[in-house]
C-alpha cells in the first residue's frame, strides 16, 4: 500500500470547508452584516490549483474576484472537536485563494440560491506548497497580501479574523466531521477586486510563503 504525504494534501480527494465573511471590513465592502456566527459554504477538490497553471474565469462570469486568504490542513480528524484541544488538529497551513465569480454569486444571493457557480467551478482554489504548522506559531497573527500586476490589492493580519482558527475548527466539526487532509479556508481581508485575462496575480503570507498565478479564461 503506498502510504500518502500530507505536504501533497491537494492530491487526497478531501473536502474544503470556507468561511466567508470572517472580516468585518470585507463584510463592509460588499455592504454585508457582520456575522454573529461562521457563513459556511463548500469547494470540491476539482477547484484545487497548484503553481504552473492557469486560474481560468469561468465563461458564464464576467466579474471574477480575488480573496487572499490563510488555509488550515487538518493532520488528526474529529467531531465535536472542543476549542482548547483544537490546534492539536492541525498539520498545518497553505495560504489560499477563494476565487469567486462575484457577478454570479450577487445573482445567487438575489434569488435565494447556494453559491456553488460562483465559489466551486474549477480552478477556484488556488494553493501554496504545504507550511508546517512549525512556521506558524500563531495562526492569529500573520500579515497576508495580495497584488494584481505589481499593485497591491489587498494586506491584511489574521489578529482581525472575527473568529479563530481554534473556534472555526471546534464550530465546523461540530456538524462536520474533519479529516486528516481537509482543508479551512479562513476568510478573506477587504481589497477584493475583479480580475482579467493575462493578469499576474502575486500573493503572500509575509515572510513564510509567496504564491503567482496567471489568469486565462476558460475556453468556450
Ligand atoms: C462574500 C464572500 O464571498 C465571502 C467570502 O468568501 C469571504 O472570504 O469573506
Ligand atoms: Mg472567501
Request: charged residues 20%.
Amino acid at each position: 500500500m503506498t502510504s500518502r504525504n500530507i505536504s501533497r494534501f491537494w492530491e487526497w480527494g478531501r473536502k474544503i470547508i470556507c468561511v466567508g465573511r470572517n472580516y468585518a471590513d470585507h463584510a463592509k465592502e460588499l455592504k454585508n452584516a457582520v456575522p454573529t456566527e461562521p457563513v459556511l459554504f463548500l469547494k470540491p477538490p476539482s477547484a484545487y490549483l497548484k503553481e504552473g497553471s492557469p486560474i481560468l474565469v469561468p465563461r458564464y462570469s464576467s466579474n471574477l474576484h480575488h480573496e487572499v486568504e490563510l488555509g488550515v490542513v487538518i493532520g488528526k480528524g474529529g467531531a465535536s472537536i472542543p476549542e482548547s484541544e483544537a490546534m492539536e488538529h492541525i498539520a498545518g497551513y497553505a495560504l489560499c485563494l477563494d476565487m469567486t465569480a462575484r457577478d454570479v454569486q450577487d445573482e445567487c444571493k438575489s434569488k435565494g440560491l447556494p453559491w456553488t457557480m460562483a465559489k466551486a467551478f474549477n480552478t477556484s482554489c488556488p494553493v501554496s506548497e504545504f507550511i508546517p504548522k512549525e512556521r506558524i506559531p500563531d495562526p492569529g497573527n500573520v500579515t497576508l497580501w495580495l497584488k494584481v500586476n505589481d499593485q497591491l490589492r489587498q494586506s491584511g493580519c489574521t489578529s482581525q479574523m472575527i473568529f479563530s482558527v481554534p473556534y472555526l475548527i471546534s464550530y465546523i466539526s461540530d456538524f462536520i466531521t474533519l479529516e486528516e487532509g481537509d482543508l479551512i479556508l479562513t476568510g478573506t481581508p477587504k481589497g477584493v477586486s475583479a480580475v482579467q485575462e493575462h493578469d499576474e496575480l502575486q500573493a503572500g503570507i509575509q515572510d513564510v510563503v509567496t504564491i503567482s498565478f496567471r489568469v486565462d479564461r476558460q475556453q468556450l
